[in-house]
């Protein structure tokens, strides 16, 4: 069956074309960093408003790319939740019009087990049990999966997600919006010992975490002495990114041996940061643990995913309506 995913949560038009819920035919991503930038983060308003301009010449690109048309399209996947609500809006009725019109079913897919269904379209990926963690800039939350479609909430954030951390201290540091690459790429040459930045909630048995204590050091760190440059700027991303990556892999294995599950799932944006992708390997083989991360172009926000949970919900049975609409705090 051929999976028309559409993608619209937030700051991202995506659409793409899966086949039978593995082949990934053709992914386009239509991103609006250059029109939040300038505002050190995303404008609801405007992010609805560029999808409305974008979603269907993406649609297009995404036919075009995969040799496919859209009558050959099966079923239709989209995000309905959670969401900035106004850009849920825009990819939702989308997808009812094309459903109706080509006389297809769809089904509205929860967008953080879109990121959990991700790894499927990789090489390698965990079959359940396993524990996912969804970590990006709107949520750090760790599942225990324990069939495709059965989902169990152990921990998440009490504050801040990984990524909004990142942005913030991002923008304390006056570097570019969003804040993980520069970050990423500024800490690969310094050094992550430079600073003992906090780790918040350290007690092994609480699968939480807390992120504000953390950026707020880095505030006061920066007060204190100003806004570093060259190396010291290299050794203070090195070391909040030290304390990012500890804080979630450390938690994350520290689960899987407690509940003894034996794979892990590391998805969302954040997991294309390199040291959290080397540091939870590292972990894993340490405590025999097995850790899977898709490849960092199915990290960030994309329609394959949300193709892929589609399919395999619609495999499970479910079907969506026309009465369906944008749930912004969609729970998974």
């Not at 239509?30 to 930038?37: G, K, L, M, P, Y």
């Not at 009558?71 to 849920?88: D, F, K, N, Q, R």
């Not at 204190?224 to 070391?239: E, I, M, Q, R």
């Not at 590391?266 to 643990?289: D, F, K």
Request: glycine fraction near 10%.
């Amino acid at each position: 069956m051929l999976t028309l995913g559409i993608e619209t949560s937030c700051d991202e038009t995506a659409a793409a074309l899966v086949e039978d819920g593995r082949g990934l035919l053709a992914d386009v991503v239509s991103t609006q960093v250059d029109i939040h930038r300038r505002w050190g983060g995303v404008v609801p308003e405007l992010a609805s408003r560029n999808h409305v301009v974008q979603i269907l010449p993406v649609i297009d690109e995404a036919l075009e790319r995969s040799r496919r048309t859209l009558a050959e399209v099966g079923l239709i996947a989209v995000t309905s939740g959670p969401g900035l609500v106004g850009a849920l809006l825009v990819g939702l009725e989308v997808a009812k019009s094309l459903s109706m019109a080509r006389k297809v079913p769809f089904v509205g897919v929860n967008h953080l087990e879109g990121h959990l269904m991700a790894a499927r379209l990789a090489p390698e990926f965990p079959e359940p049990p396993f524990l996912g963690l969804v970590v990006s800039g709107g949520h750090t939350s760790l599942y225990e999966v324990k069939e495709l479609g059965r989902y169990r909430l152990i921990g998440a954030t009490r504050d801040d997600a990984a990524g909004e951390a990142y942005d913030k201290v991002a923008k304390i540091l006056g570097l570019p919006y969003p804040g993980g690459q520069p970050i990423d790429e500024l800490a690969q040459e310094g050094d992550p010992r430079a600073i003992r930045f906090p780790r918040a909630l350290p007690e092994r048995g609480v699968f939480e975490w807390s992120f504000s204590g953390l950026k707020t050091s880095v505030l006061n760190h920066v007060r204190a002495g100003g806004v570093p440059s060259g190396p010291a700027l290299n050794d203070l991303c090195a070391s909040f990114q030290e304390a990012v990556a500890d804080s979630l892999t450390s938690k994350l294995i520290t689960a899987a041996r407690r509940l003894s599950i034996e794979r892990v799932l590391i998805c969302g944006g954040v997991a294309a940061n390199s040291r959290l992708r080397s540091m939870a390997a590292q972990r894993g083989a340490e405590r025999e643990v097995s850790v899977f991360i898709p490849p960092p172009r199915l990290c960030t926000d994309n329609g394959a995913m949300i193709a892929v949970a589609g399919y395999e919900a619609y495999r499970r049975g479910v079907r969506s309506d026309l009465s369906l609409t944008a749930d912004a705090a969609w729970r998974l």
